[in-house]
């Protein structure tokens, strides 16, 4: 049973560039929530996916964007790229209305 | 607003028992979740506490008092193996899946 799967697992761009990281949930999970994670500091919330829809989004400007596909799989974009948009982006993923959420490996974006 | 407090660092000697305490200030509260971090890795689900009480799970366990908004994740025959990052994360009652507010961590060095 594969587990929670993101890519890349690096990325370096630079400044007013765009990104796009790719997730697919583990197995029988219909909910993706993505996080952003600053060296040191807790993951923060981002914004999460349920059949395809955004349905809810944390303190994030419109920079960042996301889609859910039919297969449940995710991607996260971030456009107009700042030095502070450097971080450890992190997908996670959960079966409607349970708690537990199950975390990928991160990517790591680094931005110049 | 929401707020989670933990200490930033714990020092524990091998074979010990060391509690990680969590304070969280929250409109509103679900239940309380722990996370563990290997330094490069992604947070790993520990425990979920929704009522008041200890939840254990071999060498962990996790309390939890909503009367005192207060919660801790206890952490018995320590290993050099937990030396990591353990974070809270307070599940919001929200639709559905609610996102994870987390803490900013605790990180663990386990000693011989």
């Known amino acids: 049973d594969a587990g929670v799967t993101q890519s890349p697992t690096h990325l370096i761009k630079t400044r007013g560039q765009q990104v796009t990281l790719r997730c697919s949930p583990k197995s029988g999970h219909d909910t993706v929530s993505w996080y952003q994670q600053a060296l040191g500091q807790g993951p923060q919330f981002i914004f999460q996916y349920y059949e395809e829809e955004e349905r809810q989004r944390g303190n994030f400007p419109d920079r960042f964007s996301g889609h859910q596909f039919p297969n449940y799989s995710s991607e996260l974009n971030v456009n107009a790229l700042l030095l502070g948009d450097s971080a450890l982006y992190l997908c996670a993923s959960s079966f409607t209305r349970q708690e537990t959420q199950y975390f990928g490996p991160g990517t790591r974006l680094l931005v110049l | ?112």
Not at chain 2, 26 to 49: C, E, K, M, R, V
Not at chain 2, 83 to 111: D, H, M
Request: proline share 4%; glycine share 10%; charged share 15%.
């Open chain 2, 1 to 112: 607003g929401q707020s989670l407090e933990q200490p930033s660092e714990v020092t524990a000697v091998e074979g010990a028992i060391v509690q990680i305490n969590c304070t969280y200030q929250t409109s509103g509260f679900y239940g309380l979740s722990w996370y563990q971090q290997h330094d490069g890795g992604a947070p790993t689900f520990l425990s979920y506490n929704a009522l008041d009480g200890l939840e254990e799970t071999g060498r962990f366990s996790s309390f939890l008092s909503r009367s005192d908004s207060y919660g801790y994740l206890l952490l018995q025959e320590l290993q050099m193996k937990d030396s990591a990052s353990y974070f809270c994360a307070v599940i919001l009652p929200r639709w559905g899946n609610t996102p994870l507010v987390f803490g900013k961590g605790t990180r663990l060095s386990v000693i011989a």
